[in-house]
């Protein structure tokens, strides 16, 4: 009944399954793909972000920017980078191939909870902003001792 | 009978995951995004690619293939657990073809914040030239 709706070729179909089979395996409702602050996948820079019990480390993926003209802050437990990167393009040439991003970008990353705003530690080494948040000590995994 | 007392209250999340931050299958290379243009002495490419350090590049010409491929060099802590990953590779691999009118015995490579920029020149007798017209 409902075949008339979708005409694409099985092929084409086939891939749209996958990919929301995917979706449902790796979550499209996460803070990350789902949040209402996030980006289309292939956004500038790309970013990675992992935990372990003392902080929360995020690795964004920005080759040839000035690191120094980076905006990056915090608030509670959203992490704002922002600032620009450019290409400088030859006028001269004749250009084949224009994948790479230029202009000025701008990604919100929400942290868990419990991160702490204030012991914030970023560098750029090898085109990668590392930005390393703190946990508290409160939310750190507790030995409990039974009395 | 045991005198353990004490019972460990862990997080799920800081239990036995143990992988890195990107482990993804190992075959699976990302592929560069790439700038190409040419110019009157021959071709530049510049590919993105963040994480590679000079160790970690393999740039190779093998006839008309140029194979350009890096590492990702920053390996996060051994017991750190990804929350969220956009590139699931270590490994950035992509492959050009050339022409015959290109010099592959000389070309230049520099890599520098993560971006790779190759030259490869035109041989000189094949560079163009403007031709006048003779009125």
Redesign the interface.
């Known amino acids: 009944m409902f075949g008339s709706v979708y005409s694409e070729s099985p092929l084409l179909a086939q891939f749209r399954r996958l990919e929301e089979e995917l979706d449902e395996v790796f979550g499209s409702a996460t803070p990350w793909t789902g949040g209402i602050r996030s980006l289309p996948p292939g956004a500038f820079p790309a970013i990675n972000v992992g935990s372990t019990e003392d902080n929360v480390t995020v690795y964004l993926f920005a080759p040839g920017i000035d690191a120094k003209r980076l905006n990056i802050s915090i608030q509670q437990n959203l992490l704002t980078v922002s600032g620009e990167r450019e290409l400088a393009r030859d006028e001269d040439a004749t250009y084949y191939r224009q994948e790479r991003f230029g202009g000025e970008f701008r990604r919100v990353i929400s942290l868990p909870d419990d991160v702490d705003p204030d012991r914030v530690d970023a560098t750029y080494r090898d085109g990668i902003v590392q930005i390393s948040v703190r946990r508290r000590e409160s939310a750190k995994p507790r030995q409990i001792a039974i009395r | 009978m045991t005198n353990a ?7 799920a ?2 239990g036995e995951d143990k992988q890195s ?2 482990n993804a299958a190992p075959a699976t290379a990302i592929r560069p ?7 009157a002495d021959g071709i ?1 490419l ?1 590919a ?6 000079k160790d970690g590049l393999n740039l190779r010409v093998d006839g008309a293939n140029l194979l350009v491929e890096g590492t ?3 390996v ?2 051994k ?9 699931r590779s270590t490994v950035y691999r992509r492959s050009f073809v050339l022409g015959n009118e290109l010099e592959t015995g000389n070309i230049d490579a520099d890599l ?4 790779l920029t190759v030259r490869i020149p035109k041989r000189p007798e094949l560079r163009p030239r403007r031709i006048e017209v003779r009125s």
């Open positions: 007392t004490e019972v460990a209250m862990q997080a999340s800081a931050l990107v995004l790439v700038d190409i243009f040419e110019t530049t510049q993105d690619m963040p994480g590679v350090s990702i060099g920053i996060p802590e017991q750190m657990s990804p929350l969220y990953a956009d590139i520098k914040d993560g971006i």
